[in-house]
């Protein structure tokens, strides 16, 4: 609900109160940004006059109250008074936008992105100054509420836009605030520094939103945790350079900013032209980190993916990058997917390859026409047979890139985007030129022919160099590509779109407003993907992580881990296999199944269930029944005890607790063997080996009835091994260890 009383905006949901009021210099102040209030209550967040200070600048001299310095604002300028970052500029002079007017619209106002969003109320208020207006947009939804602003050349000359943020906001408090950063392989680490007076810059510039730095933060009162205490959370609905910035006031107050980035950002506009910055996502919670995490997630399962997919399961697939690169054939290919069909898998991915004289990733991005030394029935006959098989078929894309060794380059190579200077290469390909009709028009006939020609279910659009187009081009290339997506997928919602960029190198709202899925990192290794999928459990879904289970040792980090971790870590987000299936033992072809199956039985949850973050592992929860996973990483000497605390559930009612099956290969003991075995075996010996690519042994096998009071208290869990042999009532656990427990209500 959105009000307006005594020149006081209330923006009020369940779960948010959001304050302003216009003063009486047509000046937004802030009052209150947190749990839902009465609008009556305005006059306690309003500053009391007597700001100025020292040698401050008055908006009127005879007004100690007009120190605009000292206010908490909902949007400000420069060279008016407010010497802090201003979120706005124009023409490189002082902006002084003052307040005109406003307008509620009801449901629907489409964001920057042609992907319209619906549900909420939009406050749009008018500010004015000489020759130009500005209108900020707010929409209130049940968990967050997001703005963005229009700027509008009302004058009759042209303006130079170098700055404009989507949002500012000046908030009251002492923060910390929690960032992503990464790179390939080793995205969203988490960093957490206190906001002070020196400005906390989070910033892409590399043409997306990048692995650098994701476009989402969390500002948390200190003393915040993962379940208690107030945090905001940010994140922007744009796939470009983002820039966002925190800095604290002499005053306490600590102003926000958020939108395109300014670094070498320079758009004219013409009289009687508009600029639209993309939409900024704030969340507010006084239950923790979790608490922001499940508002944010409801807002993005509920608002930002396409209507088709939301709270709609997702299918389990097996991708056959990993097991085979560029080396495939249509034979090949139906034999993985046939055991890709035995497991469980509902999905066959075919990734990079299918196209052009692409054997290796120097030729062919910017063709489509089918290789049919690889293909000889063509995708048409690969599909159909792996329909034939019970599976749906999907597909790999890189659009936006051309290899300079392609048909489409040497046709045109003027297509390509490119500056003054000799080509640089990434991945060895350049970036098309979304900007240019012809090259979007090019795209999106050649996708659309082979998504229908192909009964395509599935498919995975990658990106795997970032743009070097710099200022207005880096976002028409950004509003250009949004243009092919919508073009492409909004007259097939059927279709799954999954995007990518070398793993998670685009992981954002943007995205996620096309593809209800994203795939987190070319890094599948379950220890790196704590820290991967964890980190992106602050702001995003389990539903839109792509997470695989692959080979061990592991192709990015050497590292071995046992199956089942692979699993229970790939479990909380969309599973998939991505591992050459032809080198499977038995006993993992029947661990896989277990997996896919008990997956399959449970996907609701894994996918939508309300996601909490706990001290040992991730738990998911819906209704009366809970997942919980606990996750070690190198084991101890002689580990204490662990509990398991599982919060959410109804605490007068029993539990029955049961773990997932897990089970221990013989072979990983070596010589350790005779310590279980009854008879010695020759740890390096054939027998030895026979055993364990058949037979496991049962490991730490827990059930118990729990009420919620006592999972909330936290249960008692089966001690871990600690050195004195093998004992079926212990979790024989070695390092990179798991295990998952099920929780359902007993009748
Ligand atoms: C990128 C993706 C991978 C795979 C390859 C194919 O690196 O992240 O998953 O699709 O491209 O070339």
Redesign the pocket.
């Known amino acids: 609900m959105i009000t307006h009383e005594n020149c006081i905006f209330h923006l009020r949901t369940e779960s948010y109160s959001y304050l302003f009021r216009v003063n009486g210099y047509g000046i937004l102040e802030h009052l209150h940004f947190g749990n839902p209030i009465c609008t009556s209550d305005a006059a306690a967040f309003t500053c009391v006059p007597g700001l100025g200070w020292g040698g401050s600048v008055l908006l009127d001299e005879q007004d100690t109250g007009s120190c605009l310095d000292a206010l908490p604002l909902e949007w400000s300028g420069s060279g008016r008074g407010d010497y802090r970052e201003s979120p706005v500029e124009l023409d490189g002079k002082a902006t002084d936008f003052r307040y005109v007017g406003y307008e509620i619209l009801d449901g629907i106002v489409p964001m920057a992105l042609p992907q319209a969003k619906d549900g909420g109320e939009t406050l749009v208020i008018t500010l004015e100054q000489k020759g130009a207006r500005l209108y900020l947009y707010y929409t209130a939804f049940e968990t967050a509420l997001t703005r963005h602003v229009v700027l509008e050349n009302t004058g009759k000359t042209s303006i130079a836009v170098t700055k404009l943020m989507s949002q500012c906001v000046d908030l009251p408090g002492h923060f910390e605030m929690t960032s992503f950063h990464g790179g390939w392989i080793a995205e969203m680490g988490k960093t957490t520094v206190p906001v002070n007076a020196s400005r906390v810059v989070n910033e892409s510039t590399t043409g997306a939103s990048s692995n650098r730095h994701n476009p989402g933060f969390l500002l948390g009162e200190s003393g915040a945790g993962e379940d208690h205490g107030r945090v905001y959370g940010f994140n922007l609905v744009y796939s470009g350079n983002h820039y966002a910035s925190a800095q604290r006031s002499l005053q306490g107050l600590t102003r926000v900013m958020q939108g395109i980035s300014p670094d070498h950002f320079a758009m004219t506009l013409a009289p009687g032209e508009r600029l639209e910055t993309p939409e900024a996502v704030l969340c507010w919670s006084d239950k923790g980190c979790n608490g922001l995490s499940r508002n944010m997630h409801r807002f993005v399962n509920e608002h930002i993916v396409p209507k088709y997919w939301r709270y709609r399961h997702r299918p389990v697939l097996y ?1 056959d ?2 097991g085979c ?2 080396d495939f054939n249509h034979r090949r290919l139906i034999s993985l997917a046939k055991k890709a069909k035995d497991i469980g898998c509902e999905l066959f991915v075919l ?3 299918w196209f052009g004289q692409r054997d290796h ?1 120097k030729a062919g991005l910017g063709d489509y026409t089918v290789n049919r030394k690889k293909l000889p029935k063509g995708l048409e006959g690969l599909s159909k047979e792996i329909r034939g098989l019970g599976m749906e078929f999907g597909l ?1 894309f ?1 659009p936006e890139s051309v290899n300079i060794d392609s048909d489409l380059y040497r046709a045109h190579p003027d297509w390509a985007l490119t500056d003054d200077f000799a080509p640089v290469l990434g ?1 060895h390909q350049l970036l098309l030129d979304l900007t240019k009709a012809e090259v979007r028009d090019y795209i999106v006939e050649n996708v659309s022919r082979i998504l229908d020609q192909a009964q395509i279910t599935y498919v ?1 659009w ?1 990106m ?1 160099r970032h743009s070097i187009a710099l200022g207005a081009k880096a976002h028409a290339f950004v509003v250009g590509l949004y243009e092919v997506l919508d073009r492409i997928f909004s007259p097939r919602p059927q279709i799954l779109l999954e995007s ?4 998670g ?1 685009r992981f954002d709202l943007g995205m996620l407003c096309f593809s209800p899925q994203v ?1 987190c ?2 890094n599948t290794d379950p220890i790196s993907r704590l820290d991967i999928q964890g980190g992106l459990s602050y702001l995003y879904p389990q539903s839109a992580f792509g997470a695989h289970v692959s080979a061990a040792p592991h192709a990015q980090t050497l590292r071995t881990t046992p199956l089942s971790t692979r699993g229970n870590v790939a479990f909380f987000g969309v599973l998939g296999y ?1 591992l050459d299936l032809n080198h499977l033992l038995p006993v993992e072809v029947q661990e896989i199944k277990a997996q896919i199956s008990f997956y399959k039985a449970n996907r609701k949850l894994f996918q939508f269930g309300t996601f909490r973050r706990s001290e040992n592992g991730w738990q998911v929860l819906g209704g009366d029944v809970a997942i919980a996973s606990v996750f070690h990483k190198q084991m101890d000497a002689a580990p204490g005890y662990e509990q398991l605390r599982v919060p959410g559930l109804t605490a007068q009612r029993p539990y029955r607790v049961r773990s997932l099956e897990q089970t221990l290969r013989v072979g990983q003991f070596g010589a350790l063997v005779k310590h279980v075995a009854p008879v010695n075996l020759d740890p390096n010996g054939v027998v030895l080996r026979t055993v364990d690519h058949h037979y496991t042994m049962p490991d730490g096998v827990q059930t118990c009835i729990a009420s919620g009071a006592a999972l909330e208290s936290g249960i008692m869990l089966l001690p871990l091994f600690r050195g004195t042999g093998y004992d079926k009532n212990q979790r024989t656990q070695l390092d990179f260890g798991s295990n998952l427990y099920l929780i359902e209500a007993e009748e």
């Open positions: 991708n990058w990993e690169m560029f990734d990079d390859g990733d790999w890189e991945r995975k990658d795997n990518c960029s070398s793993g190198n795939w990192s070319d991505e």
